[in-house]
T-cell receptor
């Protein structure tokens, strides 16, 4: 099956700890995105990458870091500098041709909770 | 920052009724998209309308776009209990922003059987 996978489904972070959220896609998409969703809110863009080895900050990048070493993978690290990390994190990707370039395909999400 | 505003924030209707959700945005767009999110899940793309289009249909969905008012609406006809979800509009500014989307706050739709 083609799609986007995110793991884990739930993640618990202790104070001062860095945690990494995984995002993998087998859609052969060039672009990948990370969003944060707070309860009852829309999505806010954290980071995005249009090509391997390149990424840009979104609207709320502080306290987060990413890497894009492979086309298929775009992991997100929530660092200890992020003081309010409790949220639902969504990864997405988009392709190159026609409308697939403009529409985004989402993973199932990771819920991060602080202990 | 969130560009889109959606109205209403919540909508409750009976099965068989139509549901209309509205979205406003602030800057020029290349296209506007609507997504659906079931509780605790990822988003699913529903429909895309380009800035030079005024209306688009897909099954029971009808989307309109008024670029002069910077607004869009999503109509779901003959709603079903399975349509219960949150619906988000997302604007694409095009140009150097490439595939970046700016999402609205969403409308929570509840369809009662």
């Amino acid at each position: 099956d083609g799609g986007i996978t995110q793991s884990p489904k739930y993640l618990f972070r202790k104070e001062g700890q860095n945690v990494t959220l995984s995002c993998e896609q087998n859609l052969n998409h060039d672009a990948m995105y990370w969003y944060r969703q707070d309860p009852g809110q829309g999505l806010r863009l954290i980071y995005y990458s249009q090509i391997v080895n390149d990424f840009q900050k979104g609207d709320i990048a502080e306290g987060y870091s990413v890497s894009r070493e492979k086309k298929e993978s775009f992991p997100l690290t929530v660092t200890s500098a992020q003081k309010n990390p409790t949220a639902f994190y969504l990864c997405a990707s988009s392709g190159r041709q026609g409308e697939t370039q403009e529409t985004q395909y989402f993973g199932p999400g990771t819920r991060l909770l602080v202990l | 920052s969130q560009q889109g505003e959606e109205d209403p924030q919540a909508l409750s209707i009976q099965e068989g009724e139509n549901a209309t959700m509205n979205c406003s945005y602030k800057t020029s767009i290349n296209n506007l998209q609507w997504y659906r999110q079931n509780s605790g899940r990822g988003l699913v793309h529903l429909i895309l309308i380009r800035s030079n289009e005024r209306e688009k249909h897909s099954g029971r969905l009808r989307v309109t776009l008024d670029t002069s008012k910077k607004s869009s609406s999503l109509l779901i006809t003959a709603s079903r209990a399975a349509d219960t979800a949150s619906y988000f509009c997302a604007s694409n500014a095009g140009g150097t922003s490439y595939g970046k989307l700016t999402f609205g706050q969403g409308t929570i739709l509840t369809v009662h059987p």
